[in-house]
Structure formats: structure tokens, C-alpha cells
């Protein structure tokens, strides 16, 4: 039943198409009255067909206005650079694919809701992932004043009970469950499927979007000017261009497969497998680059600094002014890291084989390491020994026992 109080105002819909904010664009219509405006925001994961058919899906649930926002350049340059820059892989293992993704899609979305005056905001997440968090968090922090609205996660549908009442309003999309979740974009692709809600199985080969297609091992040299890669194999281009371009080049490898075991933010452990070709192989290139051309307490800060704004962004916390103190940090640690760095790709691995850089650390004249020194005597060498192992000498003296 509609309600007057809530009839014709607008309201901005997070839509993707997909089941959850289906039931959403009707409901919200139809049951509440809202004027529905569904919006798509495209961070790399959308083809021009896809978005066409999910504005006509839009349109027929009920929705009285779609717009797909374009935010891949916007994403790198808000997100994805810094993931650069500071190396962030969660748990050593993950390169932030799906979470930076919501983070700049929320933003968006807040953003088109004030600019068309909209009176709530609502986004098809339930109240057992991490999404529920990150849109919450930028919508609460962004737009204050408009409220939010989520149908799925309130009444806490079941996916059954969804299409039961899709069905009894004329709608009978085909939503048959896939056996694998695929979530696409520029920084990675996540699957989820039977085998990662448990802990002792892996996803097998059919559950990754990009089959092994080449086998023969291919050099590739990477260029970073200022930590962002500018060029693959001399040819230079856009960052978000070079990225996607080694993604088509990698995945042919089928690189970049691996399973994230985590923390999530509402604080229990969960599982998710993902396909990052590009991302993996830019993160390790430009940490191997900078190990060349930053010093060793370089390298040691923005490694702190690096793990602690993925975690932050990850929980949703990128509207915290210490992000951008981070991202001031991280940006000007770039100065110096230019260079190329030469890799092989190999069928489901990649191989680092070295880097050229005017700011290679290594080439200095002072000497080659474990061989020959030219800046200092024995003597010397002795002497900076001796005063080094002052600290131990004393504290051995005084603590006599080592249990």
C-alpha cells in the first residue's frame, strides 16, 4: 500500500540489475511510492550492451529515471593510484578489488542524490557483508540529511521470498542463481561459489572467468614515471588504459587466481576468490621498483602506512581526513620511482626479472655488495662494528642470563 507522506519524493536507487535491487526499484515504487531514480555506477565492470539492459530492467521494475555514471577514471584517481603507491594488499594476499569499488560507487551515488534533491537513498545489501558498512558509512557521512533505505537487509528477505513477490507482479526475469558470483572491475574481479564458504576447498578451474589461453612465456616491460604506469612495452598510454591492457594481455596466462581469507568489518571470517592479473603484477613490478629507489626507512613507513589505509578504505573509513594525510605521504614517496621493470609472464604465474631506473639506489659508486667497497677502510669497517654492537655488549653484561 502506497503511503501518501512518502508519495513523489524522490529517492536514488544503487541499482545493478541483479535480484536484490530488483525487489528493491519495485518495491520501492510501487509499495512506498517513491519516485525511483535507479543509478548504475560503472567502475569497470560494465560493458555498454550490460548497462543498456540494465536500464531497461530499470524502467520495467518500475524506476522513473536510469543513469549510469562513469567512474573508472574517477576510481583510479580517488582510489586505485594510492593502492599503488603504497603496495596494499589485504593480508598480503588481496588487492582490494570489490571493497575500493563500493567506496567510490557510494560517493557517486551520494553525489547524484543531492544534486537532484532526492529525500532517501537506498541500496539492496543485507545485514551479513561488509557492503551493509561502506554505504551506510559514506551515505551517513556525505548526506546527513537524506535517508536511508534498505529493503532487503529491514525485512530481512530470503532470496525465495523476493522472487516469490517479483513473480506476483508480473516480473518473471530469469533468476536463476549462477553457480558462481562474478563482480568485475577495473582493479580485479571477485568468485564466490559453494567452495569458499567452507575452509578446505578451492575453486576449480571453471569458476574463473579467464581460461589459460596462452602457454608460451611472453616478455613484458613495464614503465612507472612518479609510481604510475605510463607505458607497456615502450608504447605509452593512460594508467587506466595500461591497466586494462595488461589485464587482456595477463589473463590470457590465467595469472592472478588466488583465495582471500578475512576479516570482514561486522567481524567474522569469510572467504573470496578472485582473478587480478593486472593488479597483481603492477602492485609487485612497482614494490620491486621501489626497493631499488627508496631508502630503507622509506620503504619501512609506507609499508605501516600503506597496510593501514587499505584496511581503513576496506572498512569504509575513506571519508576520514587521515586518508588524504596518508595520501599526501604515499604520493610524495613517488618522486623518484621512475623506471622500467621487466617481467615474464608464465602460464597461472609471472616472473620479475629486474628493473633500469636513473634512481637505482644499487648502481651508486660506493660498492657492490659482499664484494668490494671503495668509500671506507678496514678500519673503518671495524670501528662502526664495535660502536654497532655497544647496546648488546652492555645489556649481555648486566643481563647475564637469556632464559
Same mark, same amino acid.
Given at each position: 500500500?502506497?503511503?501518501?507522506?512518502?508519495?513523489?519524493?524522490?529517492?536514488?536507487?544503487?541499482?545493478?540489475?541483479?535480484?536484490?535491487?530488483?525487489?528493491?526499484?519495485?518495491?520501492?515504487?510501487?509499495?512506498?511510492?517513491?519516485?525511483?531514480?535507479? $543509478?548504475?555506477?560503472?567502475?569497470?565492470?560494465?560493458?555498454?550492451?550490460?548497462?543498456?539492459?540494465?536500464?531497461?530492467?530499470?524502467?520495467?521494475?518500475?524506476?522513473?529515471?536510469?543513469?549510469?555514471?562513469?567512474?573508472?577514471?574517477?576510481?583510479?584517481?580517488?582510489?586505485?593510484?594510492?593502492?599503488?603507491?603504497?603496495?596494499?594488499?589485504?593480508?598480503?594476499?588481496?588487492?582490494?578489488?570489490?571493497?575500493?569499488?563500493?567506496?567510490?560507487?557510494? *560517493?557517486?551515488?551520494?553525489?547524484?542524490?543531492?544534486?537532484?534533491?532526492?529525500?532517501?537513498?537506498?541500496?539492496?545489501?543485507?545485514?551479513?557483508?561488509?557492503?551493509? $558498512?561502506?554505504?551506510? *558509512?559514506?551515505?551517513?557521512?556525505?548526506?546527513?540529511?537524506?535517508?536511508?533505505?534498505?529493503?532487503?537487509?529491514? #525485512?530481512?528477505?530470503?532470496?525465495?521470498?523476493?522472487?516469490?513477490?517479483?513473480?506476483?507482479?508480473?516480473?518473471?526475469?530469469?533468476?536463476?542463481?549462477?553457480?558462481?558470483?562474478?563482480?568485475?572491475?577495473?582493479?580485479?574481479?571477485?568468485?564466490?561459489?559453494?567452495?569458499?564458504?567452507?575452509?578446505?576447498?578451492?575453486?576449480?578451474?571453471?569458476?574463473?572467468?579467464?581460461?589459460?589461453?596462452?602457454?608460451?612465456?611472453?616478455?613484458?616491460?613495464?614503465?612507472?614515471?612518479?609510481?604510475?604506469?605510463?607505458?607497456?612495452?615502450?608504447?605509452?598510454?593512460?594508467?587506466?588504459?595500461?591497466?586494462?591492457?595488461?589485464?587482456?594481455?595477463?589473463?590470457?596466462?590465467?595469472?592472478?587466481?588466488?583465495?582471500?581469507?578475512?576479516?570482514?568489518?561486522?567481524?567474522?571470517?569469510?572467504?573470496?576468490?578472485?582473478?587480478?592479473?593486472?593488479?597483481?603484477?603492477?602492485?609487485?613490478?612497482?614494490?620491486?621498483?621501489?626497493?631499488?629507489?627508496?631508502?630503507?626507512? #622509506?620503504?619501512?613507513?609506507?609499508? #605501516?602506512?600503506?597496510?593501514?589505509?587499505? *584496511?581503513?578504505?576496506?572498512?569504509?573509513?575513506?571519508?576520514?581526513?587521515?586518508?588524504?594525510?596518508?595520501?599526501?605521504?604515499?604520493?610524495?614517496?613517488?618522486?623518484? $620511482?621512475?623506471?622500467?621493470?621487466?617481467?615474464?609472464?608464465?602460464?597461472?604465474?609471472?616472473?620479475?626479472?629486474?628493473?633500469?631506473?636513473?634512481?637505482?639506489? *644499487?648502481?651508486?659508486?660506493?660498492?657492490?655488495?659482499?664484494?668490494?667497497?671503495?668509500?671506507?677502510?678496514?678500519?673503518?669497517?671495524?670501528?662502526?662494528?664495535?660502536?654497532?654492537?655497544?647496546?648488546?655488549?652492555?645489556?649481555?653484561?648486566?643481563?647475564?642470563?637469556?632464559?
Amino acid at each position: 500500500m502506497k503511503t501518501e507522506n512518502t508519495k513523489k519524493k524522490k529517492l536514488v536507487l544503487a541499482y545493478s540489475g541483479g535480484l536484490d535491487t530488483s525487489y528493491c526499484a519495485m518495491y520501492l515504487s510501487k509499495e512506498l511510492g517513491y519516485e525511483v531514480h535507479a $543509478v548504475s555506477v560503472n567502475t569497470g565492470g560494465f560493458s555498454e550492451d550490460e548497462l543498456e539492459d540494465i536500464k531497461k530492467r530499470a524502467l520495467e521494475l518500475g524506476a522513473h529515471s536510469y543513469n549510469a555514471i562513469d567512474a573508472v577514471q574517477s576510481f583510479y584517481e580517488k582510489v586505485v593510484k594510492y593502492l599503488i603507491f603504497g603496495n596494499v594488499l589485504r593480508n598480503n594476499t588481496y588487492p582490494l578489488s570489490v571493497s575500493a569499488e563500493r567506496i567510490v560507487q557510494a *560517493m557517486e551515488i551520494s553525489a547524484y542524490a543531492r544534486k537532484i534533491g532526492a529525500h532517501a537513498i537506498a541500496h539492496g545489501s543485507t545485514g551479513a557483508g561488509n557492503d551493509q $558498512v561502506r554505504f551506510d *558509512m559514506i551515505f551517513q557521512i556525505a548526506s546527513p540529511e537524506i535517508e536511508i533505505i534498505t529493503p532487503i537487509r529491514d #525485512q530481512q528477505l530470503s532470496r525465495e521470498e523476493e522472487i516469490t513477490y517479483l513473480r506476483e507482479n508480473g516480473v518473471d526475469y530469469s533468476w536463476e542463481k549462477a553457480k558462481y558470483s562474478i563482480n568485475k572491475g577495473l582493479w580485479g574481479t571477485s568468485v564466490g561459489g559453494a567452495e569458499t564458504l567452507t575452509s578446505g576447498k578451492g575453486l576449480p578451474d571453471e569458476a574463473f572467468p579467464s581460461p589459460l589461453k596462452k602457454e608460451k612465456p611472453e616478455d613484458v616491460t613495464l614503465t612507472f614515471d612518479r609510481g604510475e604506469l605510463k607505458a607497456i612495452n615502450g608504447q605509452a598510454g593512460d594508467p587506466v588504459d595500461n591497466i586494462r591492457k595488461l589485464e587482456a594481455m595477463a589473463s590470457a596466462y590465467a595469472i592472478g587466481r588466488d583465495i582471500h581469507v578475512g576479516d570482514t568489518i561486522i567481524g567474522i571470517k569469510g572467504r573470496v576468490g578472485f582473478e587480478a592479473a593486472a593488479p597483481l603484477i603492477i602492485l609487485k613490478a612497482h614494490h620491486l621498483l621501489e626497493k631499488h629507489t627508496l631508502s630503507k626507512w #622509506q620503504q619501512f613507513q609506507k609499508e #605501516q602506512l600503506g597496510n593501514f589505509y587499505g *584496511m581503513l578504505l576496506h572498512e569504509g573509513n575513506y571519508l576520514d581526513e587521515v586518508m588524504r594525510n596518508i595520501e599526501a605521504f604515499l604520493k610524495d614517496t613517488q618522486r623518484h $620511482v621512475s623506471g622500467e621493470v621487466f617481467v615474464t609472464l608464465h602460464p597461472y604465474r609471472f616472473t620479475l626479472n629486474g628493473i633500469r631506473s636513473d634512481f637505482d639506489l *644499487m648502481a651508486a659508486k660506493f660498492g657492490s655488495y659482499g664484494e668490494m667497497n671503495r668509500a671506507w677502510t678496514a678500519e673503518d669497517a671495524k670501528g662502526f662494528i664495535k660502536i654497532l654492537s655497544n647496546p648488546g655488549k652492555i645489556a649481555n653484561q648486566i643481563n647475564t642470563t637469556h632464559d
